[in-house]
């Protein structure tokens, strides 16, 4: 008998504006509802909240005039996987001591992903963090 294997796929280009940041995160969070991941659940909060911080560093640290960000979400074999790629080559994200009221972001995304990282790119990285499906992130 075989099991079935639910995978999902979500991808999108997005301005590498605010406007597009806010517009990235909320699709993140319909998505996430659609697939079976209710708006007010564990799951759908902790990827949104991921999603918010890496397409705002998108928005702010690896903008490119005149080039847009990208963010790709999968489900399969009980990840979710959440990618956020710009074309900023030279500018790497790392953990970092929050300064005033910036710096903490990545800090955030270590907190709520079993797993984040960076993949160079040509041109330019794709910040990835992933969580894994458990019964405490579905309720």
Do not use: C
């Amino acid at each position: 008998m075989k099991s079935e294997i639910s995978t999902h796929e979500f991808a999108m280009r997005f301005t590498s504006t605010p406007r597009g940041a806010r517009l990235a995160r909320r699709l993140v969070s319909l998505r996430l509802h659609e697939w079976g991941h209710a708006y007010d659940g564990p799951l759908n909060e902790a990827v949104t909240l991921i999603a918010a911080e890496l397409v705002a560093n998108a928005v702010r640290h690896g903008h490119v005039p005149g080039r847009d960000f990208r963010l790709r979400l999968t489900e399969s074999s009980g990840t979710l996987r959440l990618e956020v790629s710009d074309t900023r080559t030279e500018r790497l994200p790392e953990l970092r001591v929050p300064a005033g009221e910036s710096g903490r972001g990545l800090l955030l995304v270590e907190a709520l992903a079993d797993k984040w990282g960076v993949t160079p790119l040509q041109p330019g990285k794709s910040v990835w963090a992933e969580v894994w499906l458990s019964p405490a992130t579905q309720r």
